[in-house]
């Protein structure tokens, strides 16, 4: 199982982003996939999710109305587009599949990628 994050970057506060994530090396489309959010000393904190045929996409709270996530079944890819970015979405950006939908659960915890870098400054 591997995930490639890509897309991340330096933007300033009120700009944009869109990460890109590639997995591979399971059933892609039977998961749920989720991006995942860590700063430094802070556990990974869920910030959307998207069920395997790509409806029902769920927000944090902190990026609802400002994210949208989308995925790609026959590329394996899953797409977060970040508008309106404020300094506290610096952190480091991973994917990964749910065990179930909702359920927070990470269904490869041994395979995170290297992640993409956002940091958000003016």
């Known amino acids: 199982v591997q995930f490639v994050e890509s897309g991340g970057g330096l933007v300033q506060p009120g700009g944009s982003l869109r990460l890109s994530c590639t997995a591979s090396?399971?059933?892609?489309?039977?998961?749920?996939m989720a991006w995942f959010r860590q700063t430094p000393g802070n556990e990974r904190e869920l910030v959307a999710e998207?069920?395997?045929?790509?409806?029902?996409?769920n927000y944090a709270e902190a990026v609802k109305g400002r994210f949208t996530m989308s995925r790609d079944n026959p590329k394996n890819t899953v797409i977060l587009q970040m508008n309106s970015l404020k300094h506290e979405d610096t952190a480091v950006y991973y994917c990964?599949?749910?065990?179930?939908?909702?359920?927070?659960?990470?269904?490869?915890?041994?395979?995170w990628g290297q992640g993409a870098q956002v940091t958000v400054s003016s």
């Open positions: 990964n599949a749910e065990v179930s939908y909702a359920s927070g659960i990470v269904a490869f915890p041994n395979s």
């Open positions: 090396g399971f059933s892609f489309r039977r998961y749920t």
């Open positions: 998207i069920s395997g045929g790509g409806g029902s996409p």
